[in-house]
């Protein structure tokens, strides 16, 4: 869908676009990217939702790991409510983690640092799902970044 120019000019109106309807300012804004016509790009928006692109697949690789760290306590503190479901749980995120991994490569360096903070998250939505006392959770992670992601491993 061109826009036509006016008095304030395409890029005002591109950016307009950007709270009224954002699909069509992101077609817009990939068309102008396609045709080389930078100086009529919203660059303030574009930037913004570049940044933000990344800033998702990094929530996304902490949540799932997150979710992951949970289901390992619970496979390591539950030994008898151990399951096949269980099992899917952890092998679905670790793919998933992979998938973000694969396609941003410079987030397996924010992993390391970040763990100490998604094992507490995880032990936080593990409490309600195990119904154990917090104490009963190790102090810090048991368990390195590198067992964490290996597809073989399983805590005992």
């Known amino acids: 869908m061109p826009l036509r120019a006016s008095k304030h000019g395409i890029r005002e109106n591109l950016a307009s676009f950007y709270e009224k309807d954002f699909f069509v300012w992101t077609q817009r804004t990939a068309e102008l990217l396609r045709a080389g016509r930078f100086t009529e790009i919203d660059v303030e ?5 570049i940044e933000g692109m990344g800033k998702r697949d990094l929530k996304e690789v902490n949540i799932r790991m997150q979710v992951l760290l949970m289901h390992l306590l ?5 030994p008898d409510m151990r399951s096949s479901s269980w099992r899917s749980k952890i092998v679905a995120q670790r ?3 992979e998938a973000v991994l694969r396609q941003s490569p410079s987030l397996r360096a924010r992993l390391g640092p970040a ?3 998604n094992y507490v998250q995880a032990i936080r939505r593990a409490l309600p799902e195990t119904g154990l006392p917090k104490e009963q959770f190790p102090a810090e992670c048991p368990f390195t970044l590198r067992k964490i992601l290996d597809d073989d491993f399983l805590p005992e």
């Open 45 to 49: 928006h574009a930037a913004e939702e």
């Open 74 to 78: 619970k496979w390591l503190l539950q």
């Open 95 to 97: 793919i998933e983690i």
């Open 115 to 117: 763990l100490p903070d």
